[in-house]
């Protein structure tokens, strides 16, 4: 399966799902990244490991002409599987109907617990004592789709958002090429919001 990589940042999931492909224990191949940061670490990263790696400015575009736009590059670089990997934008509702339950994101809760931004403070200012992630298929709400994975990690009395972070960071790693594995075994089914396994 062709994976579309979409990232914004320092990019270390999109690094541990390319490593995963290049050792080949994952069976997928990177068709192309993008990021809507030319600055971004893991674009930069994505170029060194020789992956096709491709941004564009918001500058003069609204958000439909924008993500159409990606849309555009992501099917012709013939991506089939759309791996959001810390991609700092919400995707509009066209961008979503291109690909129908073809869009993955990994969220660093359990979600549908503290969803959107800062999910490690919202988990830590809430005095909660498991968080974790989830991999879940995007629609077009926010960190609202079927949930495909989650792992559990327990939240430490001496935790800052950072050494919490890291730990959860470890999980995400592990289980995004695990639910992308699974996708591109095409073993499962939506039921409502179930993704039962077939
Ligand atoms: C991760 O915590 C991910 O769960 C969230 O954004 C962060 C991205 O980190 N969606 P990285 O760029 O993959 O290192």
Redesign the pocket.
């Known amino acids: 399966m062709k994976l579309g990589i979409l990232?914004s940042?320092?990019?270390?999931?999109?690094e541990a799902i390319a490593r995963n492909v290049l050792a080949g224990k994952l069976n997928a191949e990177i068709g192309f990244v993008f990021s809507n940061k030319p600055n971004a670490p893991?674009l930069a990263l994505a170029r060194q490991l020789g992956f096709r790696a491709e941004s564009l400015e918001m500058t003069g575009l609204d958000r439909a002409a924008y993500d159409a736009k990606v849309a555009e590059m992501l099917l012709n670089h013939g991506v089939e599987l759309v791996c959001?990997?810390?991609y700092m934008r919400i995707l509009s509702g066209s961008f979503v109907s291109k690909f129908p339950s073809r869009i993955l994101?990994?969220?660093?809760s359990l979600l549908p617990a503290f969803p959107g931004l800062d999910a490690q403070y919202q988990a830590l200012a809430h005095g909660v004592k498991v968080t974790g992630?989830t991999v879940h298929f995007v629609d077009d709400g926010l960190d609202s789709g079927p949930i495909l994975l989650q792992s559990p990690v327990k939240v430490f009395d001496h935790d800052t958002v950072e050494t919490l972070?890291d730990r959860?960071?470890k999980e995400?790693h592990r289980i995004y090429s695990e639910a992308i594995a699974w996708v591109s075994r095409g073993n499962y089914q939506i039921v409502g919001r179930r993704v039962i396994r077939t």
């Open positions: 990232l940042g320092r990019g270390s999931n999109f893991g959001l990997a810390g994101n990994i969220h660093p992630c972070s959860i960071l995400e």
